[in-house]
């Protein structure tokens, strides 16, 4: 009669750990997202993108756009001033000429679906790019005036809302055909930062 019941409870207790075992196989893992729950961050995600950017510049103040013409991809276009130091050796003092600059680029974002993956932030363009920028620098009867023109890599990231961070760097050529320049035609470092308010 003892071995009777010790049989039965070795069954019950075999039964009970197959039970066990089998609910912990079939928990949900609910720590990790579903594909689903991916897909709707991004969904979500690419819906909260903005197709025109207004741009207001702090660092060489201005006016910018940038508006996407097909995925992942934008045109931007700037109205800027810049700042050219100069230095009076005759007054022996240092002095500030501002000159308006217009700037075309066009530019490819390769990393938004990366960012998305990674639950950061893609709205008004906040992603890494390369492209091909055109700038046009007036001159006046102190400045010269030239073009350059370039590819370029370039960063851009959103911070408190409406403030953004913009980095670019790349090769470039410059060209004018000012006679009051020795060289017309030269290649060289092609760089800019923005600072400023994105609506």
């Known amino acids: 009669m003892l071995m009777k019941n010790s049989f039965f409870a070795t069954v019950l207790l075999g039964l009970t750990f197959l039970s066990v075992s089998a609910q912990v196989k079939f928990i949900p893992d609910f720590s990790q997202p579903s594909v689903k729950q991916n897909n709707l961050f991004f969904e979500d995600t690419a819906n909260k993108q903005k197709k025109t950017v207004f741009r207001l510049n702090l660092v060489a103040p ?30 022996n003092e240092m002095k500030y000429y501002f000159y ?79 006679s009051r320049l020795l060289y017309h035609f030269e290649y060289s470092v092609v760089g800019d930062i923005k600072v400023g308010f994105a609506f």
């Not at 990366?114 to 709205?123: C, F, G, H, L, T």
Request: aromatic share 20%; net charge neutral.
């Open 62 to 91: 201005g006016l910018a756009v940038e508006r996407e013409v097909i995925k992942n991809n934008t045109i931007l276009l700037d109205i800027y001033f810049g700042i050219l130091p100069i230095r009076d050796s005759l007054h």
């Open 100 to 178: 308006p600059v217009a700037k075309g680029e066009y530019r490819h974002y390769y990393n938004f679906e990366r960012r998305i993956k990674e639950k950061k932030d893609i709205s008004k363009f906040s992603g890494n790019y390369i492209g091909f920028t055109y700038q046009h620098f007036f001159g006046d009867e102190l400045h010269f005036t030239y073009d350059v023109a370039g590819i370029i890599w370039g960063v851009q990231r959103n911070f408190l809302k409406y403030m953004y961070f913009g980095l670019n760097l790349g090769l470039g050529v410059y060209y004018s055909n000012d």
